[in-house]
């Protein structure tokens, strides 16, 4: 299973980016996906997860972060409104398929105060 993730970059505090992820390979079903993040020495954290219609976001996304997929495409979008300058950091995408985990490469975000 490949990832490739893609919608980072750099934005002023308030603004909006929208990152995806598309898995590609053996994939029969994709249960879980997400999206963590990694900001600089700091552990990697969950930001938000969607399995089937439910999902679940860290408190410091909640109304500002969106995470959705596209079942037909295998790909997963993250939504990212009002940021802030502590949501810099690199986003990494996830994906459960038959009990195995796999990362997308990491899309930087950078958000300027």
């Known amino acids: 299973v490949q990832l490739q993730a893609c919608g980072g970059g750099l934005v002023q505090a308030g603004g909006s980016l929208r990152l995806s992820c598309a898995a590609s390979?053996?994939?029969?079903?994709?249960?879980?996906m997400g999206w963590y993040r990694q900001a600089p020495g700091k552990q990697r954290e969950l930001v938000a997860t969607i399995i089937t219609g439910s999902t679940v976001y860290a408190d410091s996304v909640k109304g500002r972060f969106t995470i959705s997929r596209d079942n037909a495409k295998n790909t997963v979008y993250l939504q990212m409104n009002s940021l802030k300058p502590e949501d810099t950091a690199v986003y990494y995408c996830?994906?459960?398929?038959?009990?195995?985990?796999?990362w997308g490469q990491g899309t930087l975000v950078t958000v300027s105060s």
């Open positions: 996830n994906v459960l398929v038959a009990g195995r985990g796999y």
């Open positions: 390979g053996s994939i029969f079903s994709i249960t879980v």
